[in-house]
C-alpha cells in the first residue's frame, strides 16, 4: 500500500506562486511513477506532471515553462507552481504507481485546493 498526504493549497492572484507537497507513506520504494493531476470543476481529471523511478519528468503543455515537479529521497513530491493562471484554479491530486506481476496499481491522495483568483 502507498498513502499520500497533499498541503500547500489556498488562494492566490494570477501571477503569484504556489508550493504543493505530497507526502508518501508504505511502499513508496516499489513505484515507478509518481505525480500530480488536477481536476477543474466540471472537467476531467488531467496530467500536470509526473517524474519517472528514473528520473524522467513529463509536463502537460500548458504548465511548461511555469511549474516544476520534483521529489527529496525520501518521501516527498513537490509541485512548484509560479506564474498561476485563473485556468490553473482545480484540485490537485499526488499520484502514485506501483507495478505488479499483472499490470500496476494506483494510488491517489485526498487532493488539495488551488484557486486563482484576484
Known amino acids: 500500500q502507498v498513502h499520500l498526504v497533499e498541503s500547500g493549497g489556498g488562494l492566490v492572484q494570477p501571477g503569484g506562486s504556489l508550493r504543493l507537497s505530497c507526502a508518501a507513506s508504505?511502499?513508496?520504494?516499489?513505484?515507478?511513477?509518481m505525480g500530480w493531476y488536477r481536476q477543474a470543476p466540471g472537467k476531467q481529471r488531467e496530467l500536470v506532471a509526473h517524474?519517472?523511478?528514473?528520473?524522467?519528468i513529463n509536463y502537460a503543455d500548458s504548465v511548461k515553462g511555469r511549474f516544476t515537479i520534483s521529489r527529496d529521497n525520501v518521501n516527498t513530491l513537490y509541485l512548484q507552481m509560479n506564474s498561476l493562471k485563473p485556468e490553473d484554479t482545480g484540485v490537485y491530486y499526488c499520484?502514485?504507481?506501483?507495478?505488479?506481476?499483472?499490470?500496476?496499481?494506483?494510488?491517489w491522495g485526498q487532493g488539495t485546493q488551488v484557486t486563482v483568483s484576484s
Open positions: 508504505g511502499s513508496i520504494f516499489s513505484t515507478d511513477v
Open positions: 499520484y502514485a504507481r506501483r507495478p505488479t506481476s499483472g499490470g500496476f496499481l494506483e494510488y
Open positions: 517524474i519517472t523511478h528514473g528520473g524522467n
